[in-house]
């Protein structure tokens, strides 16, 4: 029995504190490393989310000028019966593109009118269009379609047609529901008619 006494008396070990000191110490190393990783991993989800937004205006803002820019006309929204009235929240212009349809006899000379518009509907930007083979302008019930053209779009108010410049002021105000990202906007000036 002296023995056992005497051999457990020279080994220490640790006491119930500095094993509880230990493990708190621990605890509260994990969790500010923890707490560091969530919020890091927060600032790349943010980041990832202002590169979805950006890159879904970017795409937005050059189709849109594209088409603007390849018009043979611009028409003011007013001119179409009820377009204003059944899209709440649309461009006050109409593009049009006049493309000739080619035929085998080749004695008439016919054209295909595209008349295309935007309009917002929840966080989407949607093209409407209509073909036809008159000139005659469409109504709001023929046009269709309804392609997404972008999302994350929470505003398209300051878009309009400046006729007396022959410039489309051309602004998308970006974000998500939880906070506004950035407006993004440029002019473009009109080589084509406007229709008065």
Known sequence: MLKFRHFSQGK?????????????????????????LEYVNNLVRIGDREDEILSSARYGIEYIKGEILSADRIIPIYKFEGLNSKYHNIFDFVILKITEIKTDNNIENKYNYNYATYYLKNDELIRIAINKETELLPNASEFSGHN???????????????????????????????????????????NCPIEM
């Open 148 to 190: 997404q053209i972008c999302t994350f779009v929470m505003d398209i108010d300051e878009t309009e047609l400046l006729i007396s410049d022959r410039i489309i002021r051309l602004q998308l105000t970006m974000g998500d529901n939880k906070r506004v990202s950035n407006n993004f906007k440029t002019k473009i000036y009109l």
């Open 12 to 36: 220490k070990g640790f006491t119930l504190i500095e094993l509880l000191l230990w493990i708190s110490l621990f605890s509260i190393i994990f969790m500010a490393f923890f707490s560091v």
